[in-house]
């Protein structure tokens, strides 16, 4: 039983893939009915004129003619097997007086003998009962005379299996024209309209022009592209449409016109591609009636900030050499017009720039409210700095400084600062465009001055400012102001001390300060351990402070001025104070402002020349890094008052010892007699 069931399901799929074949098998032998061969491929092969299709058609010499073939096929057996033609092949013959043009509206398949031998294969195309199929070309006459144009067609015709042909042909007779002419058809229209050199003089070209269908007419008659000969504006006359063409025929160009106002007259002009390259490059104005170079350049507007503008007139095109003034407006009164960029420069509101070629303009606008914020954060209020070092652990009621300072200055602002100066007393002595903004304040020999204010002002890229101000005191003499400094630390240490009775801790701190006023030197040493991050850390173990060179943090040049010299004397540059953070090893390269060059730390230079002198200190690390400081030499003729960097130490020290001895010495008499007695 199973084995039957396993046959019948075999024998049904079977059955099931011949019934299509079988089907279709049947469909091609319906009945015998016998087709008509002569009559199952219906062929035409027409010429348009006017409009119309017609078989025969008499021309002048230099025409084009458009022909069109049309298929048709007929099932001529009723109920027969036949129902459909494939693999259709149109072979067209033309005559010696004919040219092909090679804008067929299907491309041929071969083109055979010169151009008179026309196939076009069309394998994908089947064709049912009373479906059709047409093609066109155009040919241009190039022979007077009577010319017969032949095509055949042949297919297969299914399911017969056979082959159907048919052919037929169209007449041209070609006569000499009464003047020359060249034809095209400027409307779309399917007819071919004419420009007659109606003077037969060709050296002016085309100079009337004929419609026969009166389809299209001239807008404008004129030589369009400077060749001194005539070319047409016309209007093809398509309904509801404003549409101009151009028409040089003496070139064979004919190209769409662009309505626009280039010169901004409001009247437009007629732009359009003389030269068949792609690009417009004329146009006809008709308010002067004239060809002008259509030659433009585009105007590119940005905006940095805040705010609008307006153009006169307005556009983004302009014509070679135009005009146009730019008006930059504030709609927002936090935001005011700064300045032009870009191809146009200065703050003149309007302006009027010449368009020569393309250009960009940058309006800037500056926020008008004032965000730029200064501090100056060295000196700090009061504190105490010795040559540059901050005494730490004393606190004063004003700031304190003796000898040289560098003054720092944190300045910030929503916009870029661009600039900070720095003021003594009400006088500019200095201005940083740097981001690390400082000065180094020297004072000279003579200045008995104690009382200064400090005063830097920041400005930001749209001439906002700030300030800050710090009030200090200040001298230069070392050798008094160390006096000073024992007798304050000698202070500090008593008030402190006052609330304690262990007198021989009293004792102690007496014979420690006159072991210090025995040694001048030990004051120096004691002060130099207070360094901060102004000094070089060079003598510090590098070896296990170097990072990595990804890492790498540039040099600090510190070039120590100012300088004073007198001429023919020697000057002390001393670039000592540079560093690096990363302990790295640095080298020196001095220019010195007269043509000569050093690369030592220290050393003494001699100027032939009495001036001023901007001297620049460049400092580099072992990864390339480098830092720039500039400073001044002053070097006047006559002996003048030198900075005192170059004073001998020796000489500090001396009077040092003998002025910590004699303080240290009163401090003894003063705690005995206060404490022992």
């Not at 004919?254 to 437009?268: H, Q, R």
Request: charged share 30%; hydrophobic share 30%.
């Amino acid at each position: 039983m199973k084995k039957m069931l396993t046959t019948l399901v075999v024998i049904l799929t079977i059955t099931s893939l011949l019934i299509p074949i079988g089907s279709s098998y049947a469909e091609c032998i319906k009945n015998d009915n016998n087709p008509n061969p002569e009559e199952t491929i219906e062929l035409k092969k027409q010429i348009y004129q006017e409009g119309n299709l017609v078989n025969e058609i008499t021309k002048e010499n230099g025409s084009i003619l458009r022909f069109h073939i049309k298929i048709i096929y007929h099932d001529t057996d009723g109920d027969g097997i036949g129902y459909k033609i494939k693999n259709i092949r149109i072979t067209d013959f033309l005559p010696e007086g004919l040219k092909y043009l090679n804008n067929a509206s299907r491309d041929p398949t071969e083109i055979l003998e010169n151009g008179s031998k026309i196939i076009w294969k069309l394998d994908e195309i089947h064709l049912y009962d009373n479906k059709s199929y047409f093609l066109e070309f155009d040919t241009k006459i190039i022979k007077t005379g009577v010319f017969k144009n032949h095509v055949n067609v042949t297919a297969i015709e299914t399911c017969y299996g056979e082959k159907r042909y048919k052919n037929t042909s169209a007449t041209i007779i070609s006569i000499q024209a009464e003047h020359d002419f060249v034809t095209k058809d400027v409307d779309y229209d399917l007819n071919f309209e004419k420009a007659i050199d109606y003077n037969d003089n060709y050296s002016d070209g085309y100079e009337k022009y004929e419609d026969e269908d009166n389809s299209s007419y001239v807008l404008k008659q004129i030589d369009g592209d400077y060749d001194g000969k005539i070319d047409y504006f016309i209007d093809p006359g398509i309904d509801g449409k404003i549409i101009i063409k151009y028409w040089d025929p003496d070139d064979d160009i004919l190209k769409n016109v662009e309505i626009i106002d280039v010169d901004y007259d409001d009247t437009f002009e007629w732009v359009y591609d003389s030269d068949n390259d792609g690009e417009k490059d004329k146009y006809y104005d008709v308010d002067d009636q004239k060809i002008h170079d259509y030659i433009v350049h585009k105007l590119n507007i940005l905006i940095d900030g805040v705010g609008e503008y307006e153009l006169d007139p307005d556009g983004i095109y302009f014509l070679d050499g135009f005009e146009v003034e730019i008006r930059a407006i504030e709609n927002d009164n936090s935001w005011i017009f700064s300045h032009y960029e870009g191809d146009l420069k200065g703050n003149v509101n309007p302006d009027t720039i010449t368009m020569d070629k393309e250009k960009t303009i940058i309006l800037v606008f500056k926020n008008n409210s004032n965000d730029v914020e200064v501090k100056i954060i060295r000196p700090m209020e009061n504190k105490f700095y010795w040559n540059n070092i901050e005494i730490p652990f004393i606190n004063l009621k004003q700031t304190k400084v003796i000898g040289w300072v560098k003054i720092k200055a944190d300045a910030t602002s929503k916009n870029e600062i661009e600039k900070v100066e720095f003021y003594v007393d009400n006088k500019l002595k200095h201005t940083d465009k740097d981001s690390e903004y400082s000065y180094n304040w020297y004072l000279k020999p003579i200045d008995l001055k104690n009382n200064y204010t400090i005063k830097v002002v920041a400005y930001d890229n749209f001439g906002n400012i700030n300030s800050d101000t710090i009030n200090l005191t200040r001298t230069r003499f070392p050798a008094f102001f160390k006096l000073q400094i024992i007798s304050l630390i000698i202070k500090i240490i008593k008030d402190r001390m006052d609330d304690y009775n262990n007198y021989d801790i009293i004792k102690k701190i007496i014979k420690w300060f006159v072991i210090v006023g025995i040694s001048g030197i030990g004051i120096n040493s004691l002060l130099k351990t207070f360094k901060t991050d102004d000094n070089n850390p060079s003598d510090q173990d590098s070896d296990d402070s170097k990072r990595h060179k990804d890492n790498n943090n540039p040099p600090v040049a510190d070039s120590g001025g100012t300088y004073e010299a007198i001429l023919g004397k020697p000057v002390f540059f001393d670039g000592s104070e540079s560093y690096d953070p990363d302990y790295d090893s640095i080298t020196y390269s001095w220019d010195l402002d007269d043509g000569n060059y050093e690369n030592k730390k220290t050393f003494e230079y001699v100027y032939d020349k009495p001036g001023e002198y901007t001297v620049k200190l460049t400092v580099e690390d072992e990864h390339g890094k480098k830092d720039t400081d500039i400073t001044k030499v002053n070097v006047i003729e006559q002996k003048g008052l030198i900075s005192d960097r170059s004073e001998d130490d020796l000489y500090w020290y001396i009077v040092t010892s003998l002025g910590v001895g004699l303080t240290s010495l009163l401090s003894v008499l003063f705690f005995r007699r206060r404490y022992f007695v």
